[in-house]
């Protein structure tokens, strides 16, 4: 594993590494067949459609976004959910919703669909934004039909299920995992709500065809829409120690017993497989014969690493921090 230059370890306080060596496999092309071929069917379905819900990570308020959805489908009434909300650092929530209002999105929902949480804003939110527009197709027709969209992972098919338990009283109607690409039949047409009658057309998930940076890349893999093999876990777990480091996010020193904080991940993922004792012995070659050294799993390692912060155990984060802080677009 190559070592990122100017390596610090210490304790909190410490100098942090000031950028990230942006060295990701090209995670700006993942746009296989089945979200080309479900962004065109989700286009010609949108005329039966009367809102678009877009489902977005909370800890990416402000990027990754998929900018196609704006072109292709943005001529309805839109409510952006920002999802995962346990898990996102929203110290800041009034400087996103500027910006996000800035960018022209007034109508944003913060939620947590495994516990429920602010869900029951969405329906009352969406009727008054159907009734504000004119559904010319619709006639007389009283049932709202309203397209879910967004990026691989972000909760689209959880948004779903939670709005069924909250009106509906019913269980689980369309398929959820922790893996991107989970729902790839388009347009399964699900009933949420019996007044107003209401119902949701889940889609697959759907990247942009070209990421706008590899930093973007790499948020978007850590908040799991991307799949981990294609960026690298390793290289993932190195931008999520940045990461952690930069916003003084320090849970993960207790949650593996490291003693301090440390910038250097080879270090860090050592203590981790030692402690996970997932550790391997091989065989070196030494002057006087074959000796057995024991080695870290740095992969398995890696992956306990993320897996722990995607279930929120390393405390809540805000993957957008240097966007907030920084200007304003058109400021600069
Ligand atoms: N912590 C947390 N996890 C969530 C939340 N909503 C969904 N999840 C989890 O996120 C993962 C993805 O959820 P899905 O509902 O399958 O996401 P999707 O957008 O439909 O995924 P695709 O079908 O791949 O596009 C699952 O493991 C869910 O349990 C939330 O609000 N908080």
Redesign the pocket.
């Known amino acids: 594993m190559r070592l990122p230059a100017g390596v610090l370890c210490g304790a909190a306080g410490a100098a942090w590494r000031e950028n990230f060596p942006l060295r990701g496999r090209d995670v700006a092309r993942w746009f296989p067949g089945h979200m080309a071929k479900g962004l065109k069917k989700m286009q010609s379905s949108l005329k039966l459609v009367d809102c678009i819900i877009e489902?977005h990570d909370a800890r990416i308020p402000l990027s990754g976004r998929n900018p196609l959805f704006q072109e292709t489908l943005g001529l309805k009434p839109h409510l952006l959910i920002l999802?995962?909300?346990?898990?996102a650092d929203l110290t800041e929530q009034q400087k996103i919703m500027q910006r996000l209002e800035g960018q022209g999105l007034k109508n944003v929902i913060f939620?947590?669909?495994?516990k429920d949480e602010n869900v029951k804003q969405i329906v009352p939110v969406v009727t008054e934004l159907i009734g504000s527009s004119y559904r010319y197709h619709r006639g007389e027709n009283l049932e709202y039909c309203i397209m879910v969209i967004?990026v691989?992972?972000?909760?689209?098919?959880?948004l779903i299920n939670s709005l069924r338990r909250q009106h509906l009283r019913k269980g689980k109607a369309t398929r959820?995992?922790?893996e991107?690409?989970?729902?790839r039949a388009v347009m399964s047409r699900i009933q949420v709500c019996e007044r107003p009658l209401m119902f949701l057309l889940d889609t697959?998930?759907v990247l942009a065809p070209r990421i706008e940076s590899v930093e973007t890349g790499l948020k978007l893999a850590l908040c799991g829409t991307v799949l981990d093999h294609l960026v690298g876990e390793e290289t993932m777990a190195d931008y999520l120690l940045y990461t952690l480091n930069k916003h003084q996010c320090f849970r993960y020193v207790q949650h593996y017993g490291l003693g301090s904080a440390c910038d250097d991940i080879e270090h860090v993922l050592k203590s981790v497989a030692v402690k996970l004792r997932k550790t391997h012995k091989v065989k070196v070659l030494t002057g006087t014969g074959d000796v057995n050294v024991v080695q870290p799993n740095y992969p398995m390692a890696a992956r306990d690493f993320l897996q722990t912060f995607r279930r929120?155990l390393l405390g809540p984060v805000m993957l957008d921090l240097d966007i907030l802080q920084g200007p304003p677009p058109g400021r600069d």
Do not use: F, Q
Request: glycine share 24%; hydrophobic share 25%.
């Open positions: 489902v999802n995962k909300m346990d898990l939620t947590n669909c495994v967004g691989p992972n972000v909760g689209k098919s959880s959820v995992g922790g991107p690409g989970i729902t697959p998930g929120g």
